[in-house]
């Protein structure tokens, strides 16, 4: 199977690292144009020189702060306004660690635009053309939390869930116009996000960092981390057209882990 994107527009955010990296590079190999979306302009750019680009691709980029949200609309209103898009992958870093208690109302809503505000906006700005043209695949990067919320993940925990049933009760709404809505439950990485989060464990539990990422490891019955260029393989098949008939559904990456949570 051979999956080609040649002509498809893609855009992906938090694009300059980790998974959404990973998720850029594998859509420009497959042929996509990408539009990368992050807040540091010298990495978009360093990331725009690192993807596939043959002749008919266009690679874009759009710096922005996903933790504001009203610019956040402003910005991605200006900039996609009359723009093709098939393809989105909804992506952001994740909110800061901690528990119930000690998190208040407004760190809740700070993760609530953060994690599910700019993932509709960014949808349903582009949805009208896809549902126009009879085709469109929205992607969303979640975690397999939303299964079994991992400690001290709290904000995160919380809004992911939120994303999984809006984007199921969504899939159901778009499906007659070609478009599918997938959510992708991501277990644990090499990336930096894993790194952090395994060393503000250490902190908290006093388990020297080395330890604990080996008993993370071994925990997950792959006995590794996934490598993130695994998740861009994921990523390009979920956008692709074999993957039609694939819709509104939460699929686990994440090397059996979740069966064992």
């Not at 690679?59 to 956040?72: M, V």
């Not at 208690?101 to 053309?129: I, M, R, V, W």
């Not at 919380?158 to 070609?178: D, H, I, N, Q, Y």
């Amino acid at each position: 199977m051979n999956i080609n994107l040649k002509g498809y527009r893609a855009v992906v955010g938090g694009a300059t690292s980790g998974l959404g990296l990973a998720t850029a590079h594998q859509l420009a190999k497959s042929g996509a144009s990408v539009t990368l979306i992050a807040r540091n302009k010298e990495k978009l750019a360093d990331t725009i020189r690192s993807l596939d680009n043959s002749a008919d691709q266009d690679h874009q980029s759009l710096a922005i702060d996903f933790l504001d949200f009203d610019s956040f609309k402003v910005e991605t209103e200006k900039f996609f306004t009359g723009k093709k898009v098939d393809i989105l992958v909804n992506n952001t870093n994740g909110p800061e660690a901690g528990s119930v208690l000690q998190k208040t109302t407004e760190n809740y809503q700070q993760a609530f635009d953060l994690l599910f505000k700019t993932y509709h906006h960014l949808s349903h700005l582009l949805l009208k053309g896809m549902q126009e043209r009879g085709y469109g695949r929205i992607l969303n990067v979640s975690s397999v939390t939303v299964k079994e919320p991992i400690p001290n993940l709290i904000l995160s925990n919380t809004m992911r869930t939120a994303v999984v049933s809006w984007a199921k009760s969504l899939s159901r709404e778009v499906a007659p116009f070609g478009v599918t809505v997938n959510t992708i439950l991501t277990g644990s990485f090499e990336t930096e996000r894993i790194e952090s989060i395994i060393k503000n464990q250490s902190k908290e539990t006093g388990v020297d960092f080395k330890e604990l990422l080996q008993q993370k490891k071994e925990a997950i019955p792959a006995k590794r981390f996934g490598q993130p260029e695994e998740y861009g393989y994921l990523a390009a098949f979920l956008a692709s057209p074999y993957a039609a008939y694939i819709n509104g559904a939460s699929i686990p990456i994440d090397g059996a882990a979740l069966n064992c949570l």
